[in-house]
């Protein structure tokens, strides 16, 4: 539990993941991991990715996902500098005497981010390292993994799609 | 026997302790600078002990005992994957050497798994040539009793494993310690660093037990002697930019020179009237090409 808690922290996947369940059977040997998540959407200005509060001449941009701190924090520092830029809270930052339209246009990446890489990297984790053998089943917004040293059975699988999570 | 030791404290008169453990017949194995602090690796005479306390006390600086000082540890994982470093096992190679030990992390091929771990005749080899090897596993009890012992049945020195089960009782290991297992972030709490203090302490006292058992049978010469004639004949040795060039082992030495450069060199090197050819055997490790001495014991020239 600590080590899944650790992983989804260590990717930034906090925002994103609504649950997971794992199903591990050493005897078999056999793990079913389910992961429902959301999507990103695919914004990349400042203005759809934050809420803004004008306070005197500072402004407080209060960004809706942590995944985009550290993209936002780097396009603010390298357009204003340092002195004129601060983090001040988890997902709040701090502009001193800047216009706040500027602010707004700002694109804080080029790319959009793949959540899919940062799930698969998650999934290479949790999952014990010999259960080599798997089987991914896409299932709405939950990715079913089945992991063993064996060949996938077909009762597995029928197992995996039994598994019921109350949302 | 020799009993070994970490000194600490101020550079201000520190030459004076150095002094003192070459009269008694000691030896300085390490020592860093820094700062104004001085730590030493010091290796004397059990006797001499609390005479060598004294002059610490007169120096105002800190002794302690050490058995982790001189040997060479592996440290080996089922592999070097995410799942073992760098949390856990590079923190525990982190508290060997804080211990004293020289440590060597070693990821197997493929030791992970259930049915499909295994450990090859060359990784065995290499882990033999340490002094002990401590094998760190993962959180499940039936995965390493049931499947794991396999790694570690055939190698013939000291083995300890660490895991999550707290009790296990597992065959051909010298020692298991649990509450370890995986764990994601670094040991910074006090339960996980007494724990990792837990492991070298379990070492040392490994260590320890294997030169008492050697003292029945001394070696011919005591390994810190050929690591300072080394590093006094062999001068290219101090340009090495290997960590611990000269590498203490319980046994013996690893020296961190190429092989086929410097054997016929290292071979004729004389030591208290001998050549080292004479009494030790001289063999090119399986890591790098470096240099593996291992000193004869004395019952061999009876």
């Known amino acids: 539990m600590k080590i899944i808690e650790q992983s989804i922290e260590d990717l930034i996947l906090g925002g994103n993941i609504n649950w997971i369940y794992l199903y591990l059977d050493l005897e078999i040997p056999l793990v079913i991991l389910k992961i429902n998540y959301k999507e990103l959407e695919r914004k990349n200005l400042l203005k759809d990715l934050a809420r803004f509060e004008e306070v005197a001449n500072n402004t407080k941009i209060i960004l809706k996902n942590e995944i985009d701190v550290t993209d936002a924090l780097r396009a603010l520092w390298s357009r204003f500098g340092r002195d004129k830029v601060e983090q001040i809270g988890r997902l709040e930052i701090l502009a001193r005497n800047i216009d706040i339209n500027e602010i707004k246009e700002i694109r804080i990446r080029e790319k959009e981010i793949d959540i899919s890489e940062r799930i698969i990297e998650l999934i290479n984790r949790i999952l014990p390292e010999g259960f080599r053998v798997r089987h991914t089943i896409k299932e709405g917004d939950t990715l079913i993994v089945i992991a063993s040293e064996d060949p996938i059975k077909e009762e597995w699988i029928r197992k995996a799609h039994e598994i019921k999570v109350e949302e | ?302």
Do not use: W
């Open chain 2, 1 to 302: 026997m020799l009993k070994y030791i970490v000194f600490e404290g101020g550079t201000y008169k520190h030459e004076k302790l150095i002094e003192f453990v070459e009269d008694i017949g000691g030896y300085l194995i390490q020592k860093n600078i820094v700062g104004l602090d001085v730590i030493m690796h010091l290796a004397i005479p059990e006797e001499e002990f609390d005479n060598l306390n004294k002059l610490v006390i007169e120096l105002k600086g800190k002794i302690r005992e050490a058995p982790l000082i001189g040997t060479e540890i592996a440290v080996v994982a089922p592999s070097l994957s995410r799942h073992h470093l760098p949390h856990p096992v590079c923190d525990i190679a982190e508290n060997l050497r804080r211990h004293g030990a020289k440590t060597n992390i070693i990821g197997l091929a493929r030791g992970v798994g259930q049915k499909i771990a295994h450990i090859t005749k060359e990784e065995r080899l290499l882990i033999e040539e340490h002094d002990i090897a401590l094998f760190v596993l993962g959180n499940f009890e039936y995965c390493i009793s049931k499947f794991k012992s396999k790694l570690f049945n055939d190698i013939s020195i000291p083995i300890v494993v660490t895991g999550k089960p707290d009790k296990l009782i597992l065959p051909n290991v010298n020692g298991y310690i649990g509450g370890v297992g995986r764990f994601s972030e670094r040991a910074r709490t006090m339960d996980m660093i007494n724990k990792l203090n837990e492991i070298s302490e379990f070492l040392g006292k490994i260590a320890e037990k294997r030169r008492r058992e050697m003292d029945l049978d001394p070696l011919i010469v005591e390994p810190a002697l050929v690591k300072k004639e080394i590093e006094r004949q062999i001068p290219e040795v101090n340009e090495v930019l290997s960590p611990n060039p000269v590498t203490l082992k319980i046994d013996g030495i690893r020296v961190k020179l190429p092989y086929n450069e410097y054997k016929d060199k290292i071979a004729s090197m004389e030591i208290e009237g001998k050549k080292l050819i004479e009494i030790a055997n001289i063999n090119k490790s399986l890591m790098r090409d470096y240099i593996l001495i291992k000193i004869l014991p004395e019952s061999f020239f009876a």
